[in-house]
């Protein structure tokens, strides 16, 4: 009989009601369970290392070994022999401080290029009203003839918003062609 099966029936066997009192006790038999896993501590105790070289394996162990007085002597003779100069490093309070002059710098260099654009129709010519309210018809398929000669009529009207720059300056000369005056906002 397995073991789980061995610890229920013992369970079930200790579970008897007493004769002087009315309420049952339960009794528990003692479980031990084991893993296949490791626990935690034993992976603990076996860190991962990467591959180190032949050459600096050594030298690893044997820093390891020093104390942290000697550490220190270590570093310094290390930093005159190897000619290192100290560099200042900021506090983290400081460090946004510094870096908003650089980007503040950088804003007034180059301003950024306006890549997407609204298409705003300000006035028509009255010769060419009947060709830009057509144009307007089959810009907005959803309205009708005469819902865009009220659009036209009622100027300034924003067009089409959020075309980037090559299809907006295309808007803008058809709209140009047609007699009407078209801003790119």
Do not use: W
């Not at 390891?64 to 000697?70: K, P, W």
């Not at 028509?124 to 144009?135: G, L, N």
């Amino acid at each position: 009989m397995s073991r789980p099966v061995q610890s229920l029936l013992r369970a079930s066997r200790s579970f008897s009601p007493r004769a002087s009192s009315s309420t049952p006790t339960l009794r528990y038999a003692a479980r031990t369970f084991t893993s296949t896993r490791p626990s935690l501590a034993e992976t603990a105790e076996q860190p991962t290392q990467s591959p180190v070289s032949a050459k600096v394996g050594p030298i690893v162990e044997s820093i390891s070994g020093l104390t942290l007085l000697e550490v220190s002597e270590l570093v310094t003779a290390l930093k005159t022999r190897l000619n290192i100069t100290e560099i200042a490093m900021p506090s983290s309070s400081a460090a946004p401080a510094a870096a908003a002059p650089v980007e503040a710098e950088a804003a007034e260099e180059k301003p950024k290029e306006k890549t997407i654009f609204t298409v705003k129709l300000d006035a028509i010519d009255p010769a060419t009203k009947a060709k830009v309210i057509r144009e307007v018809k089959v810009l907005m398929p959803n309205m009708t003839l005469v819902e865009a000669k009220k659009f036209v009529e009622s100027c300034p009207q924003t067009l089409k918003e959020n075309l980037p720059k090559e299809d907006a300056e295309k808007l803008q000369k058809t709209m140009q062609a047609l007699g009407a005056t078209v801003s790119l906002v």
